[in-house]
């Protein structure tokens, strides 16, 4: 072992390019969409450092164009799911006592590779199974899961940093255990990053992971493990299976080694996983740590002082940048009064000029939505809006899954606060505005607060100071990331830790320090330097 403390490299957010007409990324990002378009992938499981392929398979296709084939993936089952926490156990115990500078190492490497040679490759993947355009797939997809990486890299450092103080002739320590078991990673489809996170996170500090991804984002989960594999992880750390809910759910939560739930999804989902976990609560070694980030129904609220054309970029931008399908998208607004007329005028002029298609047209703001469910489940929502009385649709209402699972981006306003669409989680491209009379200002944020279950994020956009500080206050818990002046959605790690409160999840704020603590077990060490050898104290003796 080396005597040395080492220092990792500083972290930073990677710079996001921006793929201009005749630009090297531009040209390299279209041969990489032409490449895997023309390749059909037979994906296989990832399990102990074995690529494992099943009899079942399923075909995986563009959300944007149902009709092209990206290949198979080989569907797992209940004997998947077993060996897999088997290969993670069996690999924790070397993972745990490599020196953390050589797990930090690999995560490092996989930041880069994933920058550097594999940039284009991870792009185009989450651009064709996801259905993101370009831009949308660089934040996402590179730079979001680089700075994952090295930020959490960063933190595990200033963590093992954290030592207590100690006193004469004592030496006082503390070890930051993983915890014992496994972890579950659960996954989502709308973000690579929360995918590649969520199993490397805990995996970082010393852990085991057992991930289980969503299956309309299989296709680039599978290269994050290739990544992986080529940064050194070693086999058995991270096992990646695809196999239904219910199957792994029943194995995993059943487990006596079965330590942590990390999760992204729904919160009818998260909540049933909780309530199953505290079923089997004392079949476990370990009370498990549950982190779970849910569902959200973020808000904007202009007030009358607010730049009517910044409200309207904000609206445009943060509802229907990737079809509305993030947990941070603006699904509510409350315009003042007396700029709505302006608000709605450049709003409607934004989304004109909104082109729908294909994510390989690089001139398309709005792509698919992610499979025929939630086209579906969106329609209906605005199939019943035309039909009320208390909503009027004023821009898009259309929608056709022909082709691909395509939805244009829909504004409603609504004369009702509580209407459906303004209180329920829809994940798709539906904004729903109220427009409040000037002077119930702060009635309307008492309205923004008790509206919703959720708590994820917000926006509230305004000129007057005074006003600003008022919403901060009166806002403080609907939203556990809240923007002033800008649009609810586009946290950036090591800048603003994302995470909410109440429906929308436990706020454990993935890229801060506060997510990989509760990955750790810190065992606390007292070493008395010059032991005592008499038994008898002080004040024992004669007077």
Not at 279 to 301: H, L
Not at 328 to 346: G, L
Not at 467 to 472: D, G, K, L, S
Request: proline fraction near 6%.
């Amino acid at each position: 072992m080396p005597d040395a403390i080492f220092t990792i490299p500083p972290p930073y957010n990677e710079p996001i390019l921006n793929y201009a007409p005749g630009s090297p990324e531009k040209l390299s990002l279209k041969t990489a969409l032409a490449d895997a378009k023309a390749t059909q992938k037979d994906i296989p499981m990832y399990i102990g450092g074995k690529h494992v392929f099943s009899d079942e398979k399923v075909s995986m296709h563009p959300p944007h164009e149902r009709a092209h084939t990206l290949g198979v993936y080989s569907k797992g089952n209940a004997t998947h799911v077993s060996a897999a926490i088997e290969a993670a156990l069996a690999a924790k115990p070397k993972w745990e006592a490599m020196a953390w500078e050589e797990r930090a190492a690999i995560f490092l490497r996989a930041a880069d590779l994933l920058t550097g040679p594999y940039r284009a490759r991870m792009s185009a993947a989450t651009m064709l199974c996801q259905s993101k355009n370009a831009y949308q797939a660089e934040i996402d997809c590179i730079c979001e899961l680089a700075d994952f990486w090295r930020y959490n890299v960063h933190f595990m450092q200033e963590i093992y940093k954290q030592q207590p103080v100690s006193s004469r002739n004592t030496w006082n320590r503390t070890d930051w255990r993983p915890l014992e078991g496994f972890i579950f990673a659960l996954t989502p489809f709308n973000f690579t990053a929360i995918a590649g996170n969520l199993p490397t996170a805990p995996a970082m500090l010393g852990n085991v992971a057992v991930w289980k991804p969503a299956e309309s984002q299989i296709y680039s989960a599978a290269l994050i493990m290739d990544i992986l594999e080529e940064a050194g992880l070693p086999a058995g750390v991270i096992n990646l299976v695809y196999v239904d809910g219910p199957t792994v759910g029943d194995i995993v939560l059943k487990h006596p080694e079965f330590a942590g739930l990390h999760f992204t999804g729904s919160t009818g989902v998260f909540q049933k996983l909780w309530g199953t976990i505290g079923n089997n609560i004392a079949n476990y070694k370990s009370y498990p740590r549950i982190v779970g980030e849910t569902g959200g129904k973020d808000f904007v609220v202009a007030h009358s002082t607010a730049d009517p054309k910044m409200v309207a970029v904000a609206l445009g931008r943060g509802a229907f940048e990737y079809q509305g399908q993030k947990c941070s998208a603006a699904s509510r607004a409350y315009i003042s009064k007396s700029i709505w007329p302006e608000v709605e005028r450049y709003l409607l002029a934004d989304l004109k000029e909104m082109k729908m298609g294909s994510t390989e047209d690089f001139t398309n703001f709005i792509n698919a939505v992610i499979d025929e469910r939630a086209f579906n489940k969106i329609s209906a929502y605005i199939d019943a809006a035309k039909q009320s009385d208390k909503v009027s649709i004023i821009a898009g209402g259309g929608y056709d899954k022909s082709k691909g699972y395509f939805i244009e981006p829909t504004v409603l306003v609504t004369n009702d606060p509580t209407y459906t669409t303004m209180c329920e989680e829809i994940f798709g491209p539906v904004l729903t505005i109220y427009v409040y009379d000037d002077q119930d200002f702060e009635a309307t944020l008492d309205l923004v607060d008790r509206t919703s279950p959720y708590a994820l994020t917000g926006a509230f956009i305004a000129r007057d100071r005074e006003v600003i500080a008022m919403a901060n206050d009166r806002l403080r818990h609907s939203a556990g990331n809240y923007y002033i002046n800008d649009k609810p959605t586009g946290a950036v790690v090591g800048q603003q830790p994302f995470g909410g409160g109440r429906a929308s999840g436990t706020n454990d704020k993935a890229g801060s320090m506060i997510n990989l603590y509760r990955w750790l077990s810190p065992r606390t060490m007292k070493e008395n330097l010059v032991p005592p050898t008499d038994f008898k104290y002080p004040f024992l003796g004669a007077e």
